[in-house]
């Protein structure tokens, strides 16, 4: 008789493939149209504050929109949202391909972009604990990540290049990802019913306005806590490294922007390695030691990324890295050998932090407050990234990006030491019977 609880692979499940299918394609549809956003802001201004202006439309609508659509993604059905949002942003750029733009458009663009994200991702976040069991969340988790570090390759060094210097127009970059985003609403749609027989829960209630449900319930429970701040923290430096990233290949690198972007394609794989083992780590390694060694490995090659081109005429003064000083591809020398080396082992450090807060979020918050608990988590790093953000790029126009991402590390490191040293032993909850809260 075969067991009732052998599940095949995730991805031979219907459901979860359809919502990794989904997923894959509204978020490099998304990718493509952020990367395309800071081109034509740098190309046309020429400022780093503007192109974190842009980063912050981007990012900002997620403290208001973000927490709104976590309420409608654990009250309404979740499959209608993540079509409506994907339809809705396929209608923005539908708008776009036909009446084009111009720089104020663009951040006009992005913010109707960003709210319509939010309900679409707040109902996808929602949906993943529904669709696997709990022991698949960390494996479902690390599979989500790797969806997405597919999408930015894809978009940041393909799709976006590719309409905009082959085809010269951001009209056709728009036109395909009305497109992506049509093909997703059509993925979503086939994820059919959600259901989670495993985690049938009694409360979870939280006497809170809708604004604070979320916020509650993560202060009710420290790990959770603890967990929400970590992503928090990465995000937020995330956000800020991607408002400096045009900057710093231009300026540090010296390279264009379209060329800069593939030497930084090595952090996809140091994710996809990370992904590949965060999983198996994060049910054997208990989160703190996990979390904390990811974070310092993190800090440590964010400023080491600061001072490539250093570190690279220090190092070519020993005799087996005497080659750096004979890379000369064009603009590409020793300091872009050293950004590729470190950002492998960045975007390693970055997938193993990710994975392990996020599963430690999905496992522990109860399914009805999922939407809620993980949009006030997305306002919260919008919240930490929106004035640092603006700061960062104003700083980098004045003194430049080498000591402004020096700085961005040694704030990190600091608030890293901080949550550490706050308590993580989750308050008393319900009961825990074979491994599922009743």
């Known amino acids: 008789m075969p067991d009732p609880e052998r599940r095949p692979p995730l991805l031979q499940q219907r459901p979860f493939r ?59 059905p979740k499959r209608i949202l993540v079509v409506a949002g994907d339809l809705a942003r396929a209608a923005i750029c539908g708008y776009v391909a036909w009446k084009g733009g111009g720089v104020a458009a663009y951040y006009l663009i992005a913010v109707g972009l960003s709210v319509s994200s939010q309900f679409a991702g707040s109902a996808e976040g929602a949906i993943l604990p529904g669709v696997v069991r709990r022991h698949e969340l960390a494996r479902a988790n690390a599979i989500g990540h790797a969806v997405t570090i597919a999408a930015q390759l894809a978009g ?10 082959v085809f010269d127009t951001p009209r056709i970059l728009f036109a395909i990802c009305g497109g992506l985003y049509v093909l997703a609403a059509g993925y979503g749609a086939a994820i059919g019913r959600v259901t989670s027989p495993e985690r049938l829960e009694i409360g979870g209630r939280v006497e809170a ?6 916020w509650r319930q993560m202060r009710s429970d420290p790990a959770v806590m603890h967990a929400a701040v970590e992503l928090t923290l990465i995000a937020t430096t995330v956000i800020i490294l991607g ?7 231009t300026d540090t690198l010296g390279l264009p922007i379209e060329v800069g972007a593939a030497v930084l394609i090595p952090g996809a ?7 590949r083992v965060a999983g198996f780590l994060a049910h054997r390694v208990p989160h703190g030691a996990l979390s ?18 250093p570190e690279s005429e220090f190092l070519a003064g020993y005799g087996p890295f005497e080659w750096l000083n004979d ?38 918050v109860p399914l009805q407050l999922q939407g809620r608990v993980l949009a006030t988590q997305g306002a919260m790093a919008a919240l930490a990234a929106s004035l640092p953000v603006l700061v960062a790029g104003g700083l980098s126009d004045l003194v430049g990006v080498t000591p402004v991402l020096a700085l961005v590390a040694g704030a990190t490191a600091v608030v890293a030491v901080a949550n550490v040293r706050q308590p993580k032993t989750a308050a008393p909850g319900p009961p825990v019977i074979g491994g599922t809260w009743r």
């Open 327 to 364: 890379v000369s591809l064009g603009d590409f020398d020793g300091g872009g050998v050293i950004a590729m080396m470190v950002v492998f082992p960045l975007g390693f450090a970055y997938a193993i932090v990710s994975v392990a807060a996020q599963t430690v979020l999905n496992d522990r």
């Open 243 to 249: 408002s400096l990233l045009p900057t710093y290949i």
């Open 209 to 214: 306005p809708w604004w604070q449900a979320g």
């Open 156 to 165: 940041f060094g393909a799709l976006t290049p590719l309409a905009l210097r």
């Open 292 to 309: 904390s060694a990811g974070f310092a490995a993190f800090v440590f090659l964010l400023a080491a990324l600061a001072f490539v081109n």
């Open 269 to 275: 794989a140091g994710m996809a390695l990370g992904l």
């Open 18 to 76: 359809m919502l990794s299918f989904s997923r894959f394609c509204s978020r490099l549809a998304q990718n493509a149209i952020n990367f395309g956003l800071v081109l034509l802001i740098v190309d046309e201004t020429g400022k780093a504050f503007l192109s974190s202006l842009l980063v912050l439309a981007l990012v900002v609508p997620s403290t208001v929109a973000g927490i709104a659509a976590g309420v409608a993604a654990d009250h309404l």
